[in-house]
């Protein structure tokens, strides 16, 4: 080869051949002459260099999760970081970060987010990882569907799979079918889990036994030899304040009065909480205090335990059920009366709204309709109060004009979410209540200890509790359909209160705070309204060699006559825009700013106190 460089270009040595006859000729960007011959020999001799590099390690991703585990057969996810861990350094692969998700189910029955598996599969979609790092299959998913799109992601990405020592190509024909049909045997093994959990529920219910969580005025005996559950028994501590409850609601006591009285002597729940409104009507209500075993909400035949309430106590627990059930106190001659009591709540306390008056004022026969602030379990109230009509006349103003935009239609699709959130959450507290009966009849057959059986109801009651509250929130569907049209400033004053209070409900939370403290110095303010308007006359009459009259100026800016006379005298309302037109008049524009910062602060509207947050986002 003949080593050249072309005259005036380049600035060092470059190889060059001379061209034999036939060969295609070009120049590389310095000018000197290449043949194709010379391209193929150099990408031939990178790719022999390529081909003597050692190969770089892969990169690998570890996920561990673990769900709700009574039984403790799972591994930990301390555990299974540890063993893919040690799978990682004897491949000999570089390990770039581990993503974990405790106490969640990757079952399709499943009701809580994995936010560590969200984040992985954006981690694999930006190309960070060559291995995916699992100790079994199952610690992904449970579900089908969801394995369909993490092998997708695989695919596209390149990226393998590792479990049980094994390393999956999910680009190959074999591979995908391995891994898939691990993946139908864990969606089954969850399934038959569920379903022998509810069958064993439902024997329980059909015995009278108890399951879920522990009620009030009720404790478990268990068999110290064996740990069998043996009976419940009556706490008679407790149950003397259900015969309380019950007593006092019968005798037309109020719930919130009840509940008050209870936290205000320092009584507690079974689980150390302050009594709620929904905690004592629930009580009095419950037909487990009369020896009566509930499933699904109805009753299926005798409980095992002793009731609470017998002889009178036992009439006033229906008494309670027909005072607080009662159909005519649902229907009563025009139903609801309010629009926003109970739904709007107070900015101080967080209570609802009740409806009162206003005490009357010589001449009046009764007092001004309002809303008050009526309190909690635990605060008197008394906080705040609003005139009832300030309230409705903005809130229908508000749904009116909500509800008539185009783009309205759009709350339509939170109908069909709502439903399924509020089924997912039912399924949850089922399934859970359902591993306290099975762990009941494991410590009954001497599997589990009785100090185990309670951790486990401990952990287990209040997420029950949480996921019955989500589902009653989530149950409440938006009753949003034939109100949505463009004609609804028509239609919505004819709706029954009852139907436009659910509207209001499924569009807004509503907030009235207390009213801002009024004016100590009235001389004050009323100095500021006169000094704001001598300033304007004396622009006015400051203009030109004799000043400019009333009636001009009025005529100019496009005013009544008698405009500016009350602005002068403090007894109009002038605007930013209206002190520039005045100042532009009469050749002062240069003051504008000035006068309008002596324009005196204007009082505050009742609207101003009313927050309102919208559930939905247009």
């Known amino acids: 080869m003949i080593l050249t460089r072309q005259e005036g270009k380049g600035h060092g040595r470059h190889p060059t051949t001379a061209p034999a006859a036939g060969r295609q000729r070009s120049r590389d960007r310095w000018g000197c002459e290449v043949t194709t011959t010379d391209i193929r020999n150099e990408i ?40 893919c861990t040690a799978e990682c350094a004897r491949r000999g692969w570089s390990l770039v970060k581990v993503f974990k998700d405790n106490d969640r189910s990757a ?53 393998k799979w590792s479990y049980k020592g094994r390393l999956y190509d999910l680009t190959r024909t074999d591979d995908r079918f391995a891994t898939g049909l ?13 379903d022998r959990i509810l069958r064993d529920v439902r024997g329980n219910a059909q015995k009278g036994r108890p399951h879920g969580r522990l009620l009030y005025g009720y404790r478990r005996e268990y068999n110290s030899a064996t740990g069998d559950f043996v009976r419940s028994v009556i706490r008679q501590d407790q149950a003397q304040i259900v015969r309380e409850a019950v007593r006092r609601i019968a005798a ?14 320092g009584l507690r729940t079974n689980h150390g909480n302050t009594w709620r409104h929904f905690t004592i009507r629930d009580m009095v209500t419950n037909p487990a205090y009369i020896g009566k075993r509930v499933h ?98 903005y809130i229908n103003g508000l749904v009116i004009e909500r509800l008539s935009r185009p783009d309205a239609a759009e709350l339509l699709t939170e109908d069909a979410l709502r439903a399924e959130h509020a089924a997912a959450a039912l399924a949850e507290a089922e399934e859970k209540r359902a591993i306290l009966d099975e762990t009941a009849d494991k410590v009954a057959a001497g599997t589990m200890s009785v100090a185990m059986a309670s951790r486990i109801e401990a952990r287990l009651l209040p997420e029950i509790e949480a996921a019955e509250l989500r589902a009653n929130d989530a149950g409440i569907a938006p009753v949003l359909r034939e109100v949505i049209r463009p004609d609804i400033g028509k239609v919505w004053p004819k709706l029954p209160m009852a139907r436009r209070r659910e509207v209001v409900r499924a569009l807004m939370d509503i907030t009235v705070t207390p009213p801002l403290p009024k004016d100590t110095d009235q001389q004050e303010r009323q100095r500021q309204r006169l000094a704001f308007g001598q300033r304007l006359r004396e622009l006015r009459r400051g203009y030109g060699l004799l000043g400019m009259g009333e009636r001009q100026l009025a005529k100019l800016a496009g005013w009544p006559p008698h405009k500016v006379n009350n ?3 403090a007894r109009g ?28 602060t204007p009082r505050a509207k009742d609207t101003d106190r009313i927050q309102i947050t919208w559930k939905h986002d247009l």
């Open 252 to 265: 037309g006591e109020g719930i919130l009065t009840v509940c008050r009285d209870f936290n205000r002597r």
């Open 107 to 159: 079952s399709r029955y499943a009701t809580k987010d994995r936010p560590q598996y969200a984040a992985l599969k954006t981690y694999l979609r930006e190309g960070n990882a060559d291995v995916l790092v699992m100790w079994e299959s199952s610690r992904a998913q449970r579900d089908l569907e969801d394995y369909v799109k993490a092998r997708k992601i695989a695919e596209d990405n390149g990226v």
């Open 44 to 83: 031939a001799s990178l790719e022999d260099e390529l081909a003597a590099l050692p190969d770089a390690p892969l990169r690998a991703v570890i996920y561990a999760r673990v769900s709700q585990d009574p039984k403790e057969q799972l591994r930990s996810v301390s555990q299974q970081i540890d063993e």
């Open 567 to 569: 602005a002068e005298l």
């Open 182 to 194: 691990d993946a139908l045997l864990d969606e089954r093994e969850s399934s038959i889990t569920r």
């Open 296 to 393: 699904q909400g109805k009753v299926i035949g005798d409980a095992e335990w002793p009731p609470i309430l017998t002889g009178n106590d036992r009439q006033a627990f229906f008494a309670c059920v027909r005072r607080l059930n009662a159909p005519g106190k649902k229907s009563r001659p025009g139903g609801v009366k309010h629009l926003a009591t109970h739904i709007a709540t107070c900015g101080i306390c967080g209570a609802g709204l009740s409806s009162g008056r206003n005490a009357k004022k010589v001449g009046q026969t009764q007092g001004t309709p309002r809303y008050n602030c009526r309190g909690d379990e635990v605060l008197t109230g008394g906080c705040t109060a609003i005139g009832k009509s300030v309230v409705d006349n």
């Open 573 to 600: 309302s002038m605007t930013a825009d209206d002190v520039r037109v005045w100042c532009r008049l009469v050749d002062a524009e240069d003051q504008a700013d000035a006068v309008i910062a002596m324009m005196p």
